[in-house]
């Protein structure tokens, strides 16, 4: 099951990012950017929440048995600003179905007209936002050690 994430699942969905990020993404970054990865999340828990409430953030969790195993986020409406997917449960099409919740909401806020929405991939998922239509508009950037691959997706609901 998809639904939004509130303020009492944000917790467990930071530490579920938190724990993804360590797992296969942190290795492939410096100390620096280690650090900045944590503190964003760790700092982000209480700004976070008063951004859902807000509406500048938006959060999905998959959950599972009443626990979540996926979460994907946006910031500004457009722009993914996060995705991970529980180790146990890679390749069982979550982060799909995580994406294309996102993308059925964004169209019916947007009917009709065309939209663009980003993300900053880790090198790690760079593949995966390709398989979901992404290109990438500059190479590889890193900010802060948070390495990265701008891409875009331009979504023209007219075709």
């Given at each position: 099951?998809?639904?939004?994430?509130?303020?009492?699942?944000?917790?467990?969905?930071?530490?579920?990012?938190?724990?993804?990020?360590?797992?296969?993404?942190?290795?492939?970054y410096s100390e620096?950017?280690?650090?900045?990865?944590?503190?964003?999340?760790?700092?982000?828990?209480?700004?976070?929440?008063?951004?859902?409430?807000?509406?500048?953030?938006?959060?999905?969790?998959?959950?599972?048995?009443?626990?979540?195993?996926?979460?994907?986020?946006?910031?500004?409406?457009?722009?993914?600003?996060?995705?991970?997917?529980?180790?146990?449960?890679?390749?069982?099409?979550?982060?799909?179905?995580?994406?294309?919740?996102?993308?059925?909401?964004?169209?019916?806020?947007?009917?009709?007209?065309?939209?663009?929405?980003?993300?900053?991939?880790?090198?790690?998922?760079?593949?995966?936002?390709?398989?979901?239509?992404?290109?990438?508009?500059?190479?590889?950037?890193?900010?802060?050690?948070?390495?990265?691959?701008?891409?875009?997706?331009?979504?023209?609901?007219?075709?």
């Amino acid at each position: 099951m998809i639904k939004k994430i509130d303020n009492t699942d944000l917790e467990a969905a930071v530490n579920l990012a938190n724990q993804v990020f360590h797992e296969f993404i942190a290795e492939g970054y410096s100390e620096e950017g280690r650090q900045t990865f944590t503190k964003y999340l760790d700092f982000k828990l209480e700004e976070m929440n008063e951004d859902l409430i807000s509406g500048h953030k938006v959060l999905w969790g998959f959950y599972e048995d009443g626990r979540i195993v996926g979460v994907i986020g946006t910031r500004d409406e457009l722009h993914i600003s996060l995705m991970f997917v529980d180790k146990d449960y890679h390749h069982r099409g979550i982060a799909r179905a995580l994406f294309d919740t996102v993308l059925a909401e964004l169209k019916s806020q947007h009917p009709g007209d065309p939209f663009v929405l980003t993300v900053n991939s880790s090198p790690y998922a760079v593949a995966v936002y390709h398989r979901f239509g992404f290109v990438d508009i500059a190479g590889e950037q890193e900010n802060n050690g948070i390495r990265f691959v701008p891409m875009k997706m331009t979504i023209n609901q007219h075709e």
